[in-house]
């Protein structure tokens, strides 16, 4: 029996020789493939990663796993996007994907990701399957394995097929007529030669930076915020660049920079392309958000009158909402999104596109087109903080939890939202929203005001709540 093994919202995720052992990925993948041969066949799955230390050598230890367990592998050589691999399940009709990346985590972690014969990540009831099945197996379990066949496992290319998915799902030849300049930072990670490629081979002028392996990704971790943007912001004012797009470690997280040098945060990028959607492809049949992401989604939903979506924290509830093709968009606060027609998949790759796209038809900055967008519908202006709780005041503060406050620090609580975590929604529409993290004595909070002025004072009434 191994209980170190927990797939939380985007899976299973350690540090390297401390948990994330040869030895528990052999477990892991046991478990998997004992889920998989409980679905209808064929049973086949993809197995990829993002370029991390080792990858390789987990990939090929999967492979074999998968096939002593009577399960094919198909292994992807190279390292690929997250969003390519959900692709790849969809068009090769697989019993879902393994794929070995800890995404925007430093470089010390790596992580198994499932996804789901229909290519989203995989839900809870499936996980809790995939658990179970390994707290199954006996102590000292030896798990089978099969070496390849002479020629090796079957192998498939992901790349072509996505970026054939993406210049059907994105106006390219707009942003190449534009003439707009483009800077890419694929962080090191599985997003090089992707947005990349597309663009110049659609005419567009594009510089990149980081783009070569490094499995350190530069000694921090792979995550597109506005601090590590700087040799990013650096190169667009260079060439001259428009706007500036990036991708985390296995490219399923965007971070944008605003020709300016601004980066604009992905509550702000949600919104923007929600209104662009809704006017450049008539598509009105939904948005879906995460919680604790911003209410300006709401306000442009209401303004284009299309039914909104609240999900719990986890990008597979909008995956679920893409599927049924109930949303136009879907996307969270922590840089996730992904549109209709498209994988039920964060994906960072098709978000800078698009926001590139967005650009180029306006030919406006984003900070313009965002102003306008306040001008229309209102203002929002969202934070989130982290706060490191000692056990006595993270014991108070679950009690907490549990109950309805009917105020915060003197403001009245109009409404309270249990979706996930604890959301007290504020009588000028301004809110915050708790939730405790599964694997940290951490609380996040997330707050959102009204206006700029606002910002500090609620989010100091947002912590009073904590620590009192």
Sequence with gaps: MNSSIKFGTSGWRAIVAEEFTVANIRLAVAGIAAYVKSQPQPHR?????????????????????????????????????????AHAVGTLKTTGAINFTASHNPPEYNGIKYSSPDGA????????????????????????????????????????????????????????????????????????????????????TVATVHDYRDVLFGGHAPEPDDHLLGDAKEKMREIGAAIGIATDGDADRFGIVDGDGTFIQPNYVIAL????????????????????????INAVAEHHNVPLYETPVGFKYIGELILEDKIAIGGEESAGLTIRGHVPEKDGVIAGLLVAEMVATRGKSIGAQLNELFAKVGSFYPVRENFHLTPEVKAAFTEKLKTDPTELSGRKVVKVVRTDGLKLILEDGSWVCYRLSGTEPVVRAYTEARSEHDMEALKSAAEKFVLS
């Design 45 to 85: 799955v993809l197995v990829g990663r993002d370029p991390r230390f080792l990858g390789e050598s987990f990939v090929a230890e999967a492979a074999r796993v998968l096939a002593g367990a009577g399960v094919t592998p198909i292994v992807i050589p190279e390292a690929a996007p997250t969003p390519a691999i």
């Design 121 to 204: 990540p995989a839900l809870p009831e499936v996980t809790r399957q995939i658990e179970a099945a390994i707290a199954a197996l006996p102590e000292g379990y030896v798990v089978p394995k099969a070496e390849p066949p002479a020629g090796g496992f079957e192998t498939t290319e992901v790349k072509p097929a996505f970026l054939k998915r993406l210049g059907e799902l994105v106006d390219l030849k707009a942003i190449a007529k534009s003439g707009i300049k483009v800077v890419y930072d694929p962080f090191w990670g599985a997003g090089r030669g992707y947005s990349s490629d597309l663009l110049r081979d659609a005419g567009v």
């Design 273 to 296: 392309l929600l209104d662009y959607l809704v006017e450049t492809r008539g598509w009105r049949n939904g948005v879906a958000k995460s919680v604790a992401t911003t209410n300006l």
